[in-house]
C-alpha cells in the first residue's frame, strides 16, 4: 500500500510537472509571436515616410457625464513624417484636424470656430497610435512591450511608453507577417480610450505639403490656445 502511495505520489508529481510545462509553452510561443511580431512593425514602417487611409474611430469615455455608449466617427487620414496629419472626419459631422508639425488646428465647421495651438512633443493626442510609430526608433527600447494574443493572422499588442507621456497606454492590432498596423487604441490617463480601424491604407505617396495647411474660412473665429505640457 505504501508503494501504491509512493507511485501515486510520483505520478501526480509528474503530471504536475506536464501540465506546467504544458501551460508554460503557449506563454513562451505568445513572447516569441509578439517579439517577432513587434520587429515586423519595426522594420515595416521604420521604412514609412508618410501613409494615408479610410478610418473609423470609436471612443469610450469615462467618469461623470459621460455617455455609456461608444462614440463612432468615420472620415479619411493622411499622415507625414515628422508629426504632419491631416483628420478628415465625416461621419457624423464634418470636422478637421490639421498640423504641419508645428501648429495644431481643430476646425469645426458647425460651430464657426478654429481652435489653434503649437505643436508640443506632448501634444494633441489624435487618437492613432500610429501615429506615434512613425519615424520611431526603437520600440523596445521606448515601450515596454507585452503580446496579448497572436496566431498567424493577427497580434495584439500592449505598448506601455516607459517615459512619462500623456496617455497610458497604446495596443495595437498586427499582421504579424507584413507588419501592418490595421487597429489602433489609445489609452489616456483618465482611462478613456480611443480604438481606430484603417481600411485601404496607402504608404509612401508624398503627399503635397498643402495638405498639411490650414486656412480658416472667412468669418470663422479662431481660438488660441496654450500649449499643453
Same mark, same amino acid.
Given at each position: 500500500?505504501q ?8 505520478? =501526480?508529481?509528474?503530471?504536475? =510537472?506536464?501540465?506546467? !510545462? &504544458?501551460?508554460? *509553452? ?31 474611430q ?10 455609456? &455608449? ?15 496629419m ?26 464657426? *470656430? ?14 492613432? !497610435? ?7 526608433? #526603437? ?9 496579448? !494574443?497572436?496566431?498567424?493572422?493577427? !497580434?495584439? @499588442?500592449?505598448?506601455?511608453?516607459? &517615459? ?5 497606454? @497604446?495596443?495595437?492590432w ?10 489602433? +487604441?489609445?489609452?489616456? =490617463?483618465?482611462? #478613456?480610450?480611443?480604438?481606430? *480601424? ?5 504608404? #509612401? ?9 490650414? +486656412?480658416?474660412? *472667412? ?5 488660441? =490656445?496654450?500649449?499643453?505640457?
Amino acid at each position: 500500500m505504501q508503494r501504491l502511495h509512493t507511485r501515486l505520489a510520483i505520478f =501526480l508529481y509528474t503530471l504536475g =510537472l506536464a501540465c506546467a !510545462a &504544458a501551460a508554460a *509553452e503557449p506563454d513562451a510561443a505568445l513572447a516569441s509571436c509578439g517579439k517577432r511580431t513587434a520587429q515586423a512593425v519595426q522594420q515595416h514602417y521604420g521604412n514609412v515616410t508618410d501613409l494615408a487611409a479610410e478610418f473609423v474611430q470609436t471612443t469610450r469615455a469615462v467618469g461623470p457625464g459621460s455617455s455609456k &455608449a461608444p462614440i463612432a466617427a468615420s472620415g479619411t487620414v493622411v499622415l507625414q513624417v515628422p508629426g504632419k496629419m491631416r483628420w478628415t472626419y465625416e461621419k457624423p459631422d464634418p470636422s478637421l484636424v490639421v498640423s504641419d508639425g508645428k501648429t495644431l488646428w481643430i476646425y469645426d465647421p458647425g460651430f464657426g *470656430e478654429a481652435q489653434k495651438l503649437p505643436v508640443t512633443d506632448n501634444g494633441y493626442l489624435s487618437g492613432a !497610435a500610429i501615429q506615434f510609430l512613425l519615424g520611431r526608433g #526603437n520600440l523596445a527600447e521606448e515601450f515596454d512591450i507585452l503580446p496579448v !494574443a497572436c496566431d498567424a493572422g493577427q !497580434a495584439e @499588442l500592449k505598448l506601455t511608453p516607459k &517615459a512619462a507621456a500623456t496617455y497610458e497606454y @497604446l495596443v495595437i492590432w498586427v499582421d504579424p507577417g507584413q507588419g501592418l498596423i490595421t487597429r489602433t +487604441e489609445v489609452v489616456d =490617463l483618465l482611462g #478613456n480610450r480611443t480604438q481606430v *480601424e484603417f481600411h485601404d491604407m496607402r504608404i #509612401n505617396q508624398k503627399p503635397d505639403a498643402a495638405v498639411f495647411r490650414f +486656412e480658416p474660412p *472667412e468669418g470663422v473665429s479662431v481660438v488660441e =490656445l496654450a500649449p499643453t505640457s
